[in-house]
């Protein structure tokens, strides 16, 4: 029998919308070509993605290089972590996940193997007697390596610039964040959006589009005041999320079914942020053609978290039986604007302004250098300056008659009379904050592929087995085929001319004049058209037209000359088809 995933690759290939890469030179893989359908399909998902999470959030769009200078890299903490468990097979060469090998073992219960230490899975390995999926020789005895997914290259000739392809298209937000503050006015919250390329070296990429080496992401980071912003929850609240939480997992429990509000009220989600994100996008999921049958909400194991993520739920399609993440809704805190203010030593918070000057006590020091000079040497300056340190963070500490600090792991006692300690009574107009970060991290290659899986049917019409995609209007490549019923007596005239008209309203028509009409309503139908109209020999008596509904086969008739602004009612949901 044929898989849902194969069947998928079957129609993709014949029908345009996504192939192998390089196919005549033996392929690539994880590289795929998005044919027409493909790309008319990714675009739609990326054009719905930004009406949804840009343009009605009010939300800034940038677009950033693919390639970073290694600094980047090494701040944000991918050059140290963004690896993934290798394992080599030292008789055929092959390359496998050590991590996924020992969790899709049949006898093996581990079901978070990235949370062990390499020496670990590899013993697993050679307990379970695990041999190479490519050649069947036993890997036992093979070390388990971190194996970086960034891709490297140098930047100009020679190699004193090493460069890297972006793993995530986050990093170019954060690291210019500075100049996005500044167009926000440093007003928090403000959200900052990119959709892109990222590039990752899939140890073993899988077939179809779900890992891919050169993948597409829509990502939001939304830079948060964690004291005192707050999302406007009231606008999901009732939105039922499918979730599937730690305690969950680790109990083999069902997945609950909670309002927003519930999953808040009862502690499952613990940011209201990320419960916020997880029902406005339930619903975007919704609207695109994802089945909420196969859908859900799933909170990483302790050890699946990113370096980066203190709480980290995916939203989680099902197709083929395999569970695919589609997003990521990360809580990422400041840890990326830390680090970039930390490596570059440029500012990485906002001025947050009050509204009216606050009256504050600050503690001060005024070292006596001329007594620290003689007494620490070359460490009296670090010394003064954790003294500071001190006494913005531990006044009390100060109230005795000496002082201990730390530099470098040495400590330092100082006569406190010596340290110039004082507390001054100071306005202040407002404060440095550090925003934090909430990240929905979409894979839009991902979404396609789910949204064409879930959308496939079978019925009969005619007696014959119809293959249809049951695509969103909004989202379908095509909106429109239009058809003559004969390429003759004007009828074919006719058809092209209201072609134009179509195309001039902002449709997204395909016109099709050979072979059979039966046979040119399959065709689209199988692209997932959501209309057809065909022009007949009672159009050119009364000026009307056939409309056929892709999903129903059902037909009306429709004036020519209402015929556009039917359609484009038809596509954006504003009327429904039966009520024609
Ligand atoms: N900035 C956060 C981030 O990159 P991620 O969970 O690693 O988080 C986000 O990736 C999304 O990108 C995933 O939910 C998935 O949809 C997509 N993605 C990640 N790796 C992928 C791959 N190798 N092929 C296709 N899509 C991928």
């Not at 044929?2 to 345009?16: C, D, F, H, P």
């Not at 808040?264 to 942020?273: A, H, T």
């Not at 399609?317 to 830390?338: I, K």
Request: proline residues 5%; aromatic residues 8%.
């Amino acid at each position: 029998m044929t898989s849902e995933g194969e069947r998928l690759a079957e129609l993709a290939k014949r029908r345009g919308f996504f192939t192998g890469t390089a196919g005549p030179y033996g392929g690539v893989a994880g590289f795929y070509t998005y044919g027409p359908q493909g790309a008319a399909l990714k675009d739609n998902v990326e054009a719905a993605w930004r009406d949804r999470f840009v343009t009605r959030e009010g939300h800034m769009e940038i677009s950033a290089p693919t390639i970073m200078p290694e600094a980047v890299f090494d701040a944000s903490g991918h050059l140290q972590t963004f690896t993934d468990m290798l394992v080599e097979c030292a008789d055929c060469g092959a390359s496998h996940r050590a991590d996924h090998l020992v969790e899709d073992h049949p006898d093996s219960d581990v079901e978070d193997a990235e949370a062990l230490a390499n020496e670990a899975v590899a013993e697993l390995i050679a307990d379970h007697e695990i041999a190479c999926p490519a050649c069947g020789e036993p890997l036992a005895g093979e070390p388990v390596e971190d194996f970086n997914l960034m891709f490297a290259t140098n930047i100009g000739p020679g190699d004193a610039s090493p460069g890297y392809l972006r793993p995530e298209t986050a990093q170019g937000i954060f690291v210019e964040f500075p100049q996005w503050a500044e167009y926000a006015r440093n007003q928090l919250p403000f959200g900052v959006a990119q959709i892109g390329r990222a590039y990752r070296n899939e140890i073993s990429p899988r077939r179809g589009l779900i890992r891919l080496r050169e993948l597409i992401q829509a990502e939001l980071e939304h830079f948060v005041d964690p004291d005192t912003d707050e999302p406007p929850l009231e606008r999901v609240a009732d939105v039922v999320v499918p979730l599937y939480s730690v305690p969950a997992q680790q109990h083999d429990d069902a997945v609950a079914a909670l309002t927003v509000q519930e999953a808040v009220d009862e502690g499952v989600v613990e940011s209201d942020w990320v419960a916020f994100y997880l029902g406005l996008s339930k619903r975007w999921y919704e609207r695109i053609g994802v089945d909420m049958d196969r859908f859900r909400y799933r909170q990483h194991l302790p050890g699946e978290l990113s370096h980066y993520a203190s709480d980290c739920w995916d939203a989680e399609a099902e197709v083929d039986g395999d569970w695919n993440e589609l997003t990521g809704f990360a809580y990422r805190g400041s840890y990326d604007l830390d680090k970039h203010a930390a490596h570059s030593g440029e500012t990485y918070s906002v001025f947050k302004q009050y509204d009216e000057p606050v009256t504050v006590e600050r503690a001060t020091v005024d070292p006596d250098m001329s007594v620290l000079g003689p007494e620490f040497g070359a460490d009296a300056s670090a010394v003064a300056t954790a003294l500071a340190e001190l006494a913005e963070d531990d006044p009390d500490a100060f109230d005795g008659t000496t002082v201990t600090v730390a530099v470098d792991g040495e400590r330092y006692e100082v006569a406190v009379e010596t340290a110039g300690f004082a507390v001054e009574t100071v306005q202040e107009s407002g404060e440095h904050v550090t925003p934090h970060v909430v990240e929905p991290s979409f894979g839009v290659d991902r979404l396609v592929y789910t949204v064409l899986a879930h959308s496939y049917r079978e019925d009969e019409v005619d007696g014959e087995t119809r293959r249809l995609l049951s695509l969103p209007p909004e989202v379908a490549p095509t909106t429109v085929g239009v058809f003559p019923l004969m390429d003759r007596d004007g009828l074919a005239d006719r058809a092209r001319e209201l072609v134009g008209q179509l195309r001039a309203a902002g449709l997204e028509v395909s016109y099709d004049d050979s072979g059979a009409i039966g046979r040119r309503y399959r065709r689209q139908d199988e692209i997932g058209t959501p209309f057809c109209v065909t022009v007949d020999y009672d159009t050119l008596e009364d000026d009307t037209v056939t409309v056929r509904d892709r999903d129903s086969t059902d037909q009306t008739r429709v004036e020519a000359a209402e015929l556009a602004k039917t359609l484009v009612a038809l596509r954006d949901g504003e009327r429904s088809f039966d009520e024609l």
